[in-house]
């Protein structure tokens, strides 16, 4: 039968059972977008195009699959930079489809024209230009194999017009995808893991680093059982947060630059570092000539340029991780860490409990209270959050407490302002039977606002909690902490959120107590359609503990009481 | 430690800018780079040059093995091998110099490729160090203008550098340190 190459495109995706395009037309990409009014395709028409790149991670992210984001050629495309390569440094699964001008002018600095193939070659996984109608199949094939298989990643695929709109006899290619430079599995090599096994065996003070692939490679309960069997407690990196549920008695909690006091210090004084599927990222080692510096590492990883790469380690096994911890598991005795563990339960106390409780809750509004009040509400039912960056983020990752996998979205190693209400809609997408709050700042909200509309357009639920302290609050916080308190371009207005919401026949609510959280919240839960909460919280409120950057894992600035700056601004 | 890394990799467009990307946003400073056909049809052979220590090395080697159209990858500074490199040098030959550049040559085993009224233009091939030395001698009588082909590289003896699966033992330095 005769196609064109816009619909063998279509017949591609379909094939690859994909149901939701979050996309935007123009000119280059139009031959597709006429052809696609054909096929069993939901688009999602969002706001700007890095929305639809925002989309298609966080529905990857929730689903697991392969998020699709398209766009038109030149602005369109580079409008997808700051997605994409969020979705890079997070590993997320999604494929870019641009359409690029017709071959012949290729070049010639034509209108639209950007070589987006050489802007996100630093960005991708793997990226195609394609000038062939023949060849469309083919590289969608592969593009989507290379982006969900190893270590996942975004694939672009930017199809020249003349390509869309030529046409051949087409047949569905069935062949297998052939890759001979693509070996996206490891096997661990025995010895190696031999050698493993005898560390673990023989340290006294294990630590567990628990990383984003756990939940990538599925490796919860083998998590779970290694880390029981082994009696070997476990910190959570942010995006690794939900790879064992908060309540475990061997879940420490979040490591690194706002990770409690005790899970630092565990680290650093252990002897024994098990990194499962983590990268040794800055934010999390701190200063790296001091980090851990009496312990072995180990480190489980896919990705054989992890290996080495921040810090040297003494056995690296490079493979799945899922699959490593099961070849490890029948040789792991049931040890005792008894006087490890307690040891570590003696520097928790009750710290982050006491802090809630000590803050002032009458006349007061602590993003803090809001959400922990909000994780009260929600815990019972299946529900996602997705975050935005800031301060907001890092409270959440302290105070939400997490029982299942993917039940935290949020913008890890790019750490991208404006992530959160578009990825929202993605996961919302992705789980529609799940509830999908969105935690987001005043500065990362208004970044993408737009995206209410798209929102609202589709019908989408999603319940934006906006954590509104008039500051862009982590950067006010280093000025705070930094730079003598000189507050530049850091206040910031926000417009009348209530109204935003009406405008766009949405329910818009504001919260300035902390009495009123519940009774809100709950609103929101009941209400139809999208709801936005202004949380007017505290100001000048800063997130703690707080390695500074480049510091000694273990030197953090600890939590005041009471916080002076805060509690003066209120009593004014 | 300067490392020559082969790197077998897809001929098709592009591929030169994705490795050269990579060294650089990387980090990493190249020596020399040639590219070239082999004996296989549609696969190119690269041969990159980088000072640098073994961990890094392994480093930018994983990076390169990351890469879709990169096929094969090799550290040549791990194995004995035969490497190459050659140089067009046009030198001033005034009359009186005329002799004393033609006797370097002939010690040297550089050939006399061209000649004009006023230059003479040797090529020489060998090993780097020759290769420089026979520059060190050209120097005093002047060099008008060079270029060096960068190092090209080969495992002595009867192994070859195939394209078959390659397996990266990324504990080999930690067992050697253990060794010693």
Known sequence: MQRTGAQILWETLVRQGIKYVFGYPGGAILPTYD??????IHHVLVRHEQGATHMADGYARASGEVGVAMATSGPGATNMVTGIATAMMDSSPIVCITGQVSSKFLGYDAFQETDVTGVTLPITKHNY???DVGEIERTLREAFHIARTGRPGPVLVDITKDAQQASLEYEPDTKPIRLPGYRPSHQPLLTDTEH??????????PVILAGHGVLMSGAMRELREFAERAQIPVAMTLLGIGGLPASHSLNLGMMGMHGEAWVNHAIQESDLLLAFGMRFDDRVTGNLKSYASNARKIHIEIDPSEVNKNVKVDVALVGDLRQTLQQLLPHIRPCDHSEWLEYIERMKGDTAVRDIKNLPDYGHLYAAHVIHDIWQLTRDQETIIVTDVGQHQMWEAQYYKHEKPFSLITSGGLGTMGFGLPAAIGAKFARPEAHVWVIVGDGGFQMTQAELTTATQEGIKVNVAIINNGYLGMVRQWQEFFYGRRYSATPMRSPDYVKLAEAHGLTGLRVTERLQVERIVRQAQ????AVV???????????????????DLHAMIRRPKPNALVETAVDK | MRHALVALVEDKPGVLNRVASLFRRRAFNIESLTVGHTEQKGISRMTIVIDSDQTSTERVMAHLYKLVNVLQVADLAKAPSVNR??????????????AQLLRIADETGAQVVDSGEKTITVEITGEPDHVDSVIGRLQMLGIIEMVRTGLVSMVRGDEALLLSEAHFDFNSEKKKENQD
Do not use: N
Request: glycine content about 4%; cysteine-free.
């Open chain 2, 85 to 98: 490199d050659l140089a067009l040098i046009k030198v001033q030959a005034e009359k009186e110099t005329r």
């Open chain 1, 35 to 40: 052809a696609m009014l054909d096929y069993p």
């Open chain 1, 533 to 551: 909460i202004d949380f007017r919280v505290e100001q000048e409120d800063s997130v703690y503990p707080m390695v500074p950057a480049g510091a």
């Open chain 1, 526 to 529: 009941d209400t139809d359609g």
């Open chain 1, 129 to 131: 230009l394609v000038t």
């Open chain 1, 196 to 205: 493993a096994i005898e560390l673990i065996h023989k340290a006294k003070r």
